[in-house]
């Protein structure tokens, strides 16, 4: 089920206030019962290859703890198969097969069948966790978990089972064991990040969706300046999308004394590439750093290995979004970002010194957020768009820019820009986004969430009102689906 | 714990009261269809797309019918082609708004080709009907006053314009009445109309001709429709007119549509009237909907047809 759909919202009441009047004892089934019913809303057939994926952990977590030698790598072999398996067959089989028949040019009848089948939800966050595990018990961090149970609530707890936050068993295993208590202050602190999230999903997110969808589905019918609007707006809109999903999950969790970590910290506040990867969906990028860029060598070797294997990892960070050259080229794009700011970094340092801006701080650190913020909206066209093509025209599009501006400005024809939703609604989204970063700014500046704990109930609680005033009477709920749970 | 849930459960009944008094202000202005599912079960309706909704005022059928149909009160349950072209998901909606203990009633279903066709080249596949995923199919109450259900899962415009609708009264175009009737009042100079008609008339031929395909599954739910009209009232199928240009691509789509429809208006022994080869004497917004003064001489003319169908005892049970 959805976060932002009426079943939740019963859903979550109830399997929190049953978690608390249990005995500790019978905790961890009820959380797993009620994750079960949570997948399960989806397809629920589905549940029996997360099972699947469970056994094989759980049994390969024991063996490698208690085995010596290659038998241990042999069980871990065994887990990262399954997990990559089950992600090849259902994520990845068809664009594999898609591009053999293209690539051999192969008629209807001499291709290669395609699997009709759904991508089972959530399939790259639980593999990802789960294998996140066994890894541990491998290099010896973390023991094997004997609690079959509890294991297997550890890569199905329902907060976090679709779309994250990705996480790791020293985080998470022993909370599970540990007996929890209701707290006030948890309970607060996690509907607040509820109803941060709420809003951020669902009158943000969700209403920008509304203007990107058409523009994204159908380029040809919007001019250039309609177009990067369009990215602005995507790169909000995905910001806020994936966030919200993080912030409802990690107050949901909250709620019954969970602490999941975080996964955003304000990634367009990003003074360059690598940053911006420290700020965005950071328990997949730390998952990469770790699991793969180190095992590669990381920056261990030397530096033309070293650019390898970082633009290898971006490949593959891109290819797990999804199964379609936009999100290989948008991991691509990251990759030759990261690797251009590495090369370029010396020469950078000097144009600053000369230019002055070094002594400028508050200048240069806008110039370098705002082109990290460029650099980052031109990549999520790619992530975005249905198609290469599209993309390529979309990046195309955005040079007759200064001449659609110049046209309009002089004719005042504003009608060209064709927008796919009310002007008014446009503004209303500029609105929305500079409310979003002023919150983030004053974050900075006034650590918002601790003055607002410190205000009188009356201004707390008008403000939660209000709160869940805004998200009914400006929210969208069509049944937008969180971005993030295609992945 | 006990303390937090009597806050929470407070704060909840003052945030659920005032979003039932912000979903009160909703009425005809809200949207084209909101109306229609507030409104208790029915005993008589008028079915079919957009000419229907446009098309067929049910104050106009109640007050010429009364004598033969006493205390008359016609709801007007037409949505759009896309909405409720004749199929499972029409049929389950019509189920839902159908008062059954209803046995008098009077039931007015509008048909033209488009309503019994699918755009997919899998006309008769039910789970590629574009109804599928719109608000009569995604709605699960269609009688509830205010419809929360409603206003949150197919309200595109934020809930706050029901609030900005009471303090200044938009100038709409269209109104949906009380009684599920649209009116739509647009300018009707000759050759704005015309303008409107040829975008119109170059919309269906470039958008929808190639792609529609006859479905014998939508066929098959009309009849449906018809048996489960049956035993609650008078049916009477009917071809609404539409401009000359409209008619020839309907003509394209499906030749034998007004033979397809006598069949099965024979087979039920209802009555199927057709006016069609009236079309000249109504005016039309844009070549495919009804205006609405020609709305009015059309209703009538419908209630005529009834009336002297009845004296020539059209219908037998």
Redesign the interface.
């Known amino acids: 089920m959805l976060f932002n759909s009426?079943e939740f919202l019963l859903f979550f009441p109830i399997v929190t206030?049953l978690y608390?009047l249990l005995p500790h004892k019978f905790r961890w089934f009820h959380l797993l019962a009620a994750s079960c019913i949570f997948y399960m809303y989806f397809v629920p057939v589905y549940i029996l290859i997360l099972f699947f994926t469970i056994i094989i952990d759980y049994i390969a977590g024991i063996v490698i703890e208690n085995a010596q030698g290659a038998k241990r790598k042999w069980y871990l072999i065994i887990s990262l198969g399954a997990n990559i398996g089950v992600l090849a067959i259902f994520k990845y089989y068809n664009f594999f097969i898609d591009n053999i028949n293209d690539f051999f040019n192969l008629t209807s009848e001499a291709s290669l069948p395609l699997l009709t089948i759904l991508l089972p939800i959530g399939l790259s966050f639980h593999t990802f966790q789960a294998m996140s595990y066994t890894i541990e018990v491998y290099r010896g961090n973390h023991p094997a978990e004997r609690h079959f149970g509890i294991y297997s609530l550890y890569v199905m707890f329902y907060p976090q089972l679709v779309a994250g936050p990705i996480e790791r068993p020293q985080n998470v295993l022993h909370q599970f064991h540990e007996r929890k208590y209701?707290d006030?202050h948890n309970?607060v602190w996690g509907?607040r990040l509820i109803l941060w999230g709420m809003f951020k999903k669902v009158v943000i997110a969700d209403?920008l969706s509304?203007f990107t969808n058409p523009v994204f589905n159908d380029p040809q019918d919007y001019p250039g300046t309609t177009i990067l609007i369009a990215a602005i707006f995507f790169a909000f809109q995905i910001f806020c999308d994936f966030s919200g999903y993080s912030d409802i999950a990690l107050g949901t969790a909250r709620v019954m004394g969970f602490h999941l970590m975080t996964n955003f910290n304000k990634p367009y506040h990003a003074r360059s590439i690598s940053e911006f990867w420290k700020r965005w969906h950071i328990s997949l990028s730390t998952w990469f750093k770790d699991y793969l860029y180190i095992s590669l060598g990381g920056n261990r070797v030397t530096l033309p290995r070293a650019y390898f294997n970082l633009f290898l990892v971006f490949i593959i960070s891109g290819f797990w979004h999804g199964a379609n050259w936009t999100f290989i080229i948008w991991g691509a794009l990251h990759g030759f970002y990261s690797i251009f700011a590495l090369v370029t970094k010396d020469t950078r340092n000097r144009i600053n010194k000369a230019l002055g801006l070094s002594k400028v701080q508050w200048l240069d650190n806008t110039l370098n957020v705002l082109i990290v913020f460029a650099l980052v909206t031109i990549s999520w066209i790619f992530f975005r768009a249905n198609n290469v093509q599209d993309a390529f025209y979309m990046i195309q599009k955005l040079r007759s820019i200064p001449g659609e501006l110049v046209h309009m400005l002089s004719t005042r024809q504003f009608a060209q820009l064709n927008f796919p939703v009310y002007t008014p609604y446009v503004l209303?989204n500029f609105a929305l986004i500079a409310f979003l970063e002023l919150s983030h700014v004053l974050q900075i500046k006034y650590d918002l969430a601790d003055k607002f704990s410190e205000r009188p109930g009356y201004f707390r609680?008008s403000a939660?009102?209000l709160g869940?005033?805004a998200i009914?009477?400006?929210?969208?709920?069509?049944?937008q689906q969180f971005i993030y749970f295609q992945f | 714990m006990k303390r937090f849930l009597f806050k929470s459960s407070l704060f909840l009944f003052l945030v659920f009261t005032s979003f039932l008094y912000i979903s009160s202000l909703a009425d005809g202005n809200t949207d084209p269809f909101y109306l229609r599912f507030t409104s208790p079960k029915q005993t008589s309706l008028i079915l079919g797309t957009s000419r229907a909704a446009q098309g067929i005022q049910p104050a106009v059928l109640d007050a010429k019918l009364d004598e033969i149909y006493p205390e008359l009160k016609t709801y007007n349950f037409s949505f759009t082609v896309v909405h409720s072209p004749y199929g499972p998901v029409y049929y389950q909606a019509i189920n839902k708004k159908l008062d059954k203990d209803t046995k008098n009633g009077l039931f007015i279903l509008a048909v033209d080709p488009w309503a019994i066709s699918t755009k997919s080249e899998q006309p008769d596949d039910t789970t590629r009907f574009l109804e599928n995923e719109l608000s009569l199919a995604t709605t699960h109450f269609y009688n509830l006053n205010p419809n929360l259900e409603y206003l949150l899962e197919n309200h595109n415009t934020p809930l706050a314009s029901l609030i900005f609708n009471k303090i200044a009264e938009p100038e709409n175009q269209m109104i949906l009445k009380d009684n599920g009737w649209l009116e739509v009042s647009i300018p009707m100079k000759s050759s704005v109309v015309e303008e409107r008609t040829l975008e119109k008339v170059e919309e269906y031929k470039k958008n929808m001709l190639p792609y529609y395909k006859f479905s014998a599954v939508r066929l098959q739910y009309l009849a449906k429709t018809i048996n489960l009209l049956r035993n609650h009232g008078d049916i009477y199928l009917v071809r609404l007119p539409v401009d000359d240009r409209m008619y020839a691509l309907e003509q394209k789509l499906m030749p034998e549509f007004d033979t397809l429809l006598n069949k099965l208006a024979v087979e039920n022994n209802i009555a199927y009237i057709n006016f069609i080869n009236s079309r000249k004497n109504y005016r039309y917004t844009d070549g495919n909907h009804i205006e609405k003064d020609s709305g009015t001489r059309l209703t009538a003319d419908i209630a005529s047809a009834i009336r002297k169908g009845k004296q020539y005892s059209f219908h037998k049970k």
């Open positions: 009426f206030i608390f209701f006030y309970a509907l209403r509304l209303l609680w939660y009102f869940v005033l009914f009477l400006i929210g969208v709920f069509e049944k």
